[in-house]
């Protein structure tokens, strides 16, 4: 998905660079000057990454190494705020998941962005960076994008069902996501860049956001108790056995650092579908 800065282009303090972050030459003009706080967020996602594994490693791998030396050698000893991803933790998942649950991507993906977490801890551990990955949850409602993450069916299913448009989905009703509304998602990612450094434990920079753990049936139930019992008519369930368990079989997520740090999810599914209409 292109970024479309048309609405900032008479704005003096903004200056826009338009390309791949896997270009060099897009790197060095995003770089030209000092950079304070640099928001990470570019990257391709699942289901892109692991059908073409040389275009996932050159952008969410070789080019974030690549950036994260352009602000090494600024040495000024930039934030950086790192959106990972829950797809670190891999399939099957335990039982539960908290911040001491072990590391086991099983997709192309969550390796790279495990890579990026390691990096990034290293070079704060070294002073060079100050960095925070935060690995997201499902975040709804997300753009319609063709062959776009695995995860989207949590947008496409709510954006189908809040117009009143029929819809396959590809997990069962007792499929378990973690949800976060769009709009929460950015409070969260604003609120790590003011977090100062000295708040992290020395060996944590990376940890999970707070998310609404549901199922798919509950899911639906809020929308039909917000738009009416029809809804539950427009839905019907052609489960993929290896999309849900990648992504549909997420268990009870407690997360305590991010919660001392003043990291919230959404309060509830009604609260969640009432962020989501902004957006859609």
Same mark, same amino acid.
């Given at each position: 998905?292109?970024?479309?800065?048309?609405?900032?282009?008479? &704005? #003096? !303090?903004?200056?826009?660079?338009? +390309?791949?972050? %896997?270009?060099?030459? =897009? *790197?060095?003009? $995003? @770089?030209?000057?000092?950079?304070?706080?640099?928001?990470?967020?570019?990257?391709?996602?699942?289901?892109?990454?692991?059908?073409?594994?040389?275009?996932?490693?050159?952008?969410?791998?070789?080019?974030?190494?690549?950036?994260?030396?352009?602000?090494?050698?600024?040495?000024?000893?930039?934030?950086?705020?790192?959106?990972?991803?829950?797809?670190?933790?891999?399939?099957?998942?335990?039982?539960?998941?908290?911040?001491?649950?072990?590391?086991?991507?099983?997709?192309?993906?969550?390796?790279?962005?495990?890579?990026?977490?390691?990096?990034?801890?290293?070079?704060?551990?070294?002073?060079?960076? &100050? #960095? !925070?990955?935060?690995?997201?949850? +499902?975040?709804? %409602?997300?753009?319609? =994008? *063709?062959?776009? $993450? @695995?995860?989207?069916?949590?947008?496409?299913?709510?954006?189908?069902?809040?117009?009143?448009?029929?819809?396959?989905?590809?997990?069962?009703?007792?499929?378990?996501?973690?949800?976060?509304?769009?709009?929460?998602?950015?409070?969260?990612?604003?609120?790590?860049?003011?977090?100062?450094?000295?708040?992290?434990?020395?060996?944590?920079?990376?940890?999970?956001?707070?998310?609404?753990?549901?199922?798919?049936?509950?899911?639906?139930?809020?929308?039909?108790?917000?738009?009416?019992?029809?809804?539950?008519?427009?839905?019907?369930?052609?489960?993929?056995?290896?999309?849900?368990?990648?992504?549909?079989?997420?268990?009870?997520?407690?997360?305590?650092?991010?919660?001392?740090?003043?990291?919230?999810?959404?309060?509830? @599914?009604?609260?969640?579908?009432?962020?989501?209409?902004?957006?859609?």
């Amino acid at each position: 998905m292109r970024f479309d800065a048309a609405g900032l282009a008479d &704005d #003096a !303090r903004v200056h826009c660079v338009a +390309g791949s972050i %896997a270009d060099a030459q =897009v *790197r060095t003009e $995003a @770089l030209a000057q000092p950079v304070d706080l640099l928001f990470h967020l570019a990257g391709i996602t699942s289901r892109q990454a692991e059908a073409d594994f040389e275009l996932g490693h050159s952008v969410n791998l070789e080019a974030g190494i690549h950036l994260f030396e352009g602000l090494r050698r600024q040495a000024r000893g930039a934030r950086v705020v790192y959106s990972s991803s829950i797809a670190v933790f891999g399939a099957p998942m335990p039982d539960h998941i908290d911040d001491d649950t072990r590391l086991m991507p099983a997709l192309s993906y969550g390796a790279q962005k495990q890579i990026g977490e390691i990096l990034l801890a290293d070079y704060s551990r070294r002073n060079w960076l &100050d #960095a !925070r990955s935060l690995r997201l949850p +499902g975040i709804v %409602a997300r753009p319609l =994008v *063709r062959g776009g $993450a @695995l995860s989207a069916f949590n947008s496409d299913l709510i954006r189908a069902l809040v117009t009143g448009q029929r819809y396959t989905c590809p997990v069962s009703a007792q499929a378990t996501l973690w949800l976060m509304s769009l709009q929460r998602c950015v409070d969260n990612l604003l609120h790590a860049a003011v977090v100062p450094g000295d708040a992290f434990a020395a060996e944590r920079r990376a940890f999970t956001l707070p998310a609404l753990h549901t199922s798919v049936a509950r899911l639906v139930d809020a929308l039909a108790h917000e738009f009416g019992a029809g809804v539950r008519e427009l839905i019907r369930y052609e489960p993929d056995a290896q999309l849900e368990a990648q992504f549909g079989r997420l268990p009870p997520l407690a997360t305590p650092c991010a919660d001392r740090l003043g990291f919230r999810h959404d309060g509830d @599914l009604s609260q969640l579908i009432r962020a989501v209409l902004v957006d859609l």
